[in-house]
């Protein structure tokens, strides 16, 4: 479930070879590994998508998690699933080219971090 971010960063770079649909996601997960969230957050890839959570969790996980999905068009789709209703899901696109300044505004709003983290 959970992996290393130098690994997750080479599913994307092996992904993006083949499609550079997935370039956008492959930045993303490339600005994370070299962040200083990199020892902070943990990642999980399901099919083509990023899960991101603040806590190492084990297999089965059903709790709050941030999904990344790669869309067309080099835009990224951030949906915060803290509820199996999807309605009540917060969601965001955004083009990619943003995906990390997006990411810590995220950080930031839900209080995963703060603005002044070291």
């Keep these: 479930m959970i992996r290393e971010w130098n690994d997750i960063c080479a599913f994307y770079e092996r992904l993006s070879s083949k499609d550079n649909k997935f370039l956008s996601l492959f930045n993303l997960v490339v600005s994370i590994r070299d962040s200083k969230y990199s020892n902070h957050i943990y990642g999980w890839i399901s099919v083509c998508?990023?899960?991101?959570?603040?806590?190492?969790?084990?297999?089965?996980?059903?709790?709050?998690?941030?999904?990344?999905?790669?869309?067309?068009?080099?835009?990224?789709?951030?949906?915060?699933?803290?509820?199996?209703?999807?309605?009540?899901?917060?969601?965001?696109?955004?083009?990619?080219?943003?995906?990390?300044?997006?990411?810590?505004?995220?950080?930031f709003d839900i209080q995963w971090f703060y603005p002044n983290f070291i």
């Design 49 to 107: 998508d990023l899960y991101i959570v603040l806590n190492e969790v084990k297999y089965p996980y059903d709790g709050p998690k941030l999904l990344v999905i790669q869309l067309e068009s080099n835009k990224l789709e951030f949906r915060y699933i803290d509820t199996y209703m999807v309605e009540r899901q917060w969601k965001r696109v955004f083009d990619g080219s943003d995906g990390f300044g997006k990411l810590e505004e995220f950080f």
